[in-house]
Nanobody, 123 residues
Framework: QVRLVESGGGLVQAGDSLRLSCAAS????????TGWFRQAPGKEREFVGR????????YYAEFVKGRFTISRDTAKNTMYLQMNTLKFEDTAIYSC????????????????WGQGTQVTVSS
């Protein structure tokens, strides 16, 4: 059974840092590109970034460059999202996704999705 389980969300203040985790099981993690998305209340889901399984390269949405970093630990089948200098507008449900395409983009059809974890940033 394929599972992607996010954790690490919570309530923080603007300027704080937070690290999210995405634990994968049920598929060959080191053969899947994984990424993060977020959805704020009343808004559409938006792409945050992804890390390629083939070379570890990362690609980020413009709004997070320099503040967020995606990494992964293949030994633990886990991907991380380190978020620094959080802003009120980063408040959203953050979800992880996985796909076999090495360089899948924001608009791609991702194979697997997690349920998400809430991140709330108070101003």
């Amino acid at each position: 059974q394929v599972r992607l389980v996010e954790s690490g969300g919570g309530l923080v203040q603007a300027g704080d840092s937070l690290r999210l985790s995405c634990a994968a099981s049920g598929f060959t993690f080191n053969r899947y590109t994984t990424g993060w998305f977020r959805q704020a209340p009343g808004k559409e889901r938006e792409f945050v970034g992804r890390i390629s399984w083939i070379d570890g390269s990362t690609y980020y949405a413009e709004f997070v460059k320099g503040r967020f970093t995606i990494s992964r630990d293949t030994a633990k089948n886990t991907m991380y999202l380190q978020m620094n200098t959080l802003k009120f507008e980063d408040t959203a449900i953050y979800s992880c996704a996985a796909d076999r395409a090495p360089y899948i983009g924001p608009g791609g059809h991702w194979d697997y999705w997690g349920q998400g974890t809430q991140v709330t940033v108070s101003s």
